[in-house]
């Protein structure tokens, strides 16, 4: 028997009933992370399975623990680039199998939560060659890698940050007002969005649009499903950073109001916001700084503008390898390079974008510039 994470009011009892002697160990004031460690290896064995899907996971961590221990060593030798390349591929093996095993004869090779896990380890590859990890202590990366509330919907949470929390030594009071209570309201948002919005908005809404394509039906379609998405998906995001909490690791939030947002480039510091930034930081900044490094380009705008492309493309494929989700890839990155090509040539851009009217224009219009997006994104053209 497996769970549907964070997807149905039973997983919540079994959440709740797990959560309960970390609450208790912070309550006094003792270190959580033993106990979330355990908590993680029991709650993922109720969620993956008992079937060939646990054989995945556990081919899968320790492929990826050799991978890491091995390149740290390594690296403290030599920064050789070309090693380094062998072993970043080498991380992204499994996602990598995983995209392509519907497309043969072999079904499906994985299990819940592989992107997510895979994002840790090839991030831990990119950092132990920059020289940003100084140590891979086997507890801690195991523990980062397994951590089971952001198992399958994220957010994607960074190695050292994760680190950095487990060694916090949270007194009482701390842990109420700064772990706790936080933690339990961002899971009561969690239930509102995902439980109550987001079915509320399937039901009665997105479930009533008739199956025919037309104009009006498509219209009503991008609407109701953006905005489904979004609770669904925001309300996973809400449960796994509150389940973090009680934990005592402050893991990162995944959404911030993003429909207000003034253009597309705002959108995605809103929108995932630690796949927005992993992307960002390991694609797109990585992309630009080597390009003018290298003068491939005359203009850092120009270089900008490849990344984006590139950035956004790769998002699509890691969805899926589906033409809907890779045009869904291309659609954002044009959107953004348009977004920025407008904003640095509009005389009436500059002239009025602080005033309120206008303000307000760019949040309807980006508003329908996402939504759109999310049409397609859905596969309703499919």
């Given at each position: 028997m497996t769970f549907s994470q964070y997807g149905d009011y039973f997983y919540l009892y079994i959440l709740l009933l797990t959560l309960t002697p970390a609450v208790v160990l912070g309550l006094l004031g003792k270190n959580i992370k033993y106990y979330g460690i355990i908590a993680s290896v029991f709650m993922i064995f109720l969620i993956i399975g008992r079937d060939v899907s646990l054989l995945?996971?556990?081919?899968?961590?320790?492929?990826e623990i050799c991978l890491i221990k091995g390149y740290f060593y390594i690296r403290q030798k030599t920064k050789n680039k070309y090693i380094y390349w062998v072993f970043l591929f080498a991380s992204m093996l499994p996602i990598i199998i995983n995209k392509l095993s519907p497309y043969t004869s072999f079904g499906v090779i994985g299990f819940i939560g592989i992107s997510y896990l895979n994002f840790r380890t090839i991030q831990m590859i990119i950092e132990i060659y920059d020289g940003a990890i100084k140590e891979v202590n086997l507890f801690k990366t195991l523990y980062f890698i397994i951590f089971f509330p952001t198992l399958s919907s994220g957010p994607i949470d960074r190695s050292r940050r994760f680190e950095a929390d487990l060694e916090n030594s949270i007194p009482k009071e701390e842990y109420i007002n700064d772990y706790l209570v936080p933690g339990f309201g961002k899971i009561l948002m969690g239930v509102g969005y995902k439980f109550v919005l987001a079915f509320l908005i399937n039901t009665y809404w997105m479930s009533k649009i008739p199956s025919d394509i037309n104009f009006v039906n498509s219209i009503n379609y991008m609407y109701a499903y953006s905005l489904y998405l979004f609770f669904d998906f925001a309300g996973y995001s809400l449960f796994a950073v509150g389940t973090s909490y009680i934990l005592g690791i402050k893991t990162p939030d995944n959404f911030n109001k993003p429909f207000i947002s003034k253009d597309m480039k705002e959108f995605w510091t809103r929108w995932h916001i630690s796949l927005s930034r992993w992307f960002g930081d390991y694609i797109?900044?990585?992309?630009?700084?080597?390009?003018?490094?290298?003068?491939?380009?005359?203009?850092?705008?120009?270089?900008?503008?490849?990344?984006?492309?590139?950035?956004?493309?790769?998002?699509?494929?890691?969805?899926?390898?589906?033409?809907?989700?890779?045009?869904?890839?291309?659609?954002?990155?044009?959107?953004?390079?348009?977004?920025?090509?407008?904003?640095?040539?509009?005389?009436?851009?500059?002239?009025?974008?602080?005033?309120?009217w206008f303000e307000i224009v760019q949040i309807?219009?980006?508003?329908?510039?996402?939504?759109?997006?999310?049409?397609?994104?859905?596969?309703?053209?499919?």
């Open positions: 995945y996971f556990t081919m899968f961590m320790i492929f797109f900044s990585r992309f630009v700084i080597s390009s003018m490094r290298k003068k491939r380009f005359k203009k850092r705008a120009t270089a900008a503008h490849v990344a984006q492309m590139i950035t956004m493309i790769t998002m699509g494929f890691w969805h899926g390898l589906t033409w809907y989700y890779i045009l869904y890839g291309v659609y954002q990155g044009v959107v953004l390079i348009l977004t920025d090509i407008y904003q640095k040539k509009s005389k009436f851009y500059k002239k009025h974008k602080k005033e309120k309807v219009i980006t508003f329908n510039i996402a939504c759109f997006g999310l049409l397609i994104f859905s596969g309703y053209f499919a």
